[in-house]
């Protein structure tokens, strides 16, 4: 992965600030399956070569010298692993399932809207809730190919979606000690 960043921090007014900024990473990855017993003649080549560019909007309005709004936009991604590409059959130690690779797979775009209401006490003491919406393009998923002996596989699905809230709370109870909890439904 070659990447590089940019940002731009802009006080709208003494209560509003924007940030913006953009990742653009070229990434590169090769995986090439072989048979080291000699069984099988032929190699599996799985590439996966992008350039993307990930955008990240960000406005922080004020609500109180000690309360904010936070409502956010950004793109990321997820990337196939080498187990999700290689064309080997192996065993999952959890379920004792065989799984196998998908050479096939490209890598999953995601759209993230995000936004959360925060509030400072002092320190690092902060109650917040948040909503959040994510849109999946291309999302990687596990899959089941049924058979008289099933395997797990690797495919990826037109899209989905995620959407939920999270609350969040922490609490400084003394010098060297720190609570936090955190609850997310998705």
Same mark, same amino acid.
């Given at each position: 992965?070659?990447?590089?960043?940019?940002?731009?921090?802009?006080?709208? =007014?003494? $209560? =509003? $600030?924007?940030?913006?900024?953009?990742?653009?990473?070229?990434?590169?990855? %090769?995986?090439?399956?072989?048979?080291?017993?000699?069984?099988?003649?032929?190699?599996?080549?799985?590439?996966?070569?992008?350039?993307?560019?990930?955008?990240?909007?960000?406005?922080?309005?004020?609500?109180?010298?000690?309360?904010?709004?936070?409502?956010?936009? =950004?793109? %990321?991604?997820?990337?196939?692993?080498?187990?999700?590409?290689?064309?080997?059959?192996?065993?999952?130690? #959890?379920?004792?399932?065989?799984?196998?690779?998908?050479?096939?797979?490209?890598?999953?775009?995601?759209?993230?809207?995000?936004?959360?209401?925060?509030?400072?006490?002092?320190?690092?003491?902060?109650?917040?809730? =948040?909503?959040?919406?994510?849109?999946?393009?291309?999302? #990687?998923?596990?899959?089941? #190919?049924?058979?008289?002996?099933? #395997?797990? %596989?690797?495919?990826?699905?037109?899209?989905?979606?995620?959407?939920?809230?999270?609350?969040?709370?922490?609490?400084?109870?003394?010098?060297?000690?720190?609570?936090?909890?955190?609850?997310?439904?998705?």
């Amino acid at each position: 992965t070659a990447a590089g960043y940019g940002m731009v921090d802009v006080a709208i =007014s003494n $209560r =509003s $600030r924007l940030i913006a900024g953009a990742r653009v990473e070229r990434f590169d990855q %090769t995986v090439i399956t072989q048979d080291p017993f000699g069984l099988f003649a032929r190699e599996v080549l799985a590439e996966n070569k992008n350039t993307d560019v990930f955008p990240a909007l960000n406005f922080v309005q004020a609500l109180t010298p000690a309360a904010n709004l936070r409502i956010s936009y =950004s793109t %990321t991604v997820n990337r196939p692993e080498f187990r999700e590409l290689a064309e080997f059959e192996f065993t999952d130690v #959890i379920g004792n399932r065989a799984v196998k690779g998908n050479p096939n797979l490209v890598r999953a775009l995601i759209q993230n809207v995000d936004a959360r209401w925060e509030r400072f006490a002092g320190g690092r003491n902060v109650l917040a809730a =948040s909503l959040f919406y994510k849109h999946f393009d291309k999302p #990687i998923e596990r899959v089941v #190919i049924a058979a008289a002996n099933p #395997i797990t %596989t690797y495919q990826n699905s037109d899209r989905a979606r995620n959407v939920g809230f999270e609350l969040e709370a922490g609490q400084r109870l003394g010098p060297n000690v720190f609570l936090n909890a955190n609850y997310t439904f998705v």
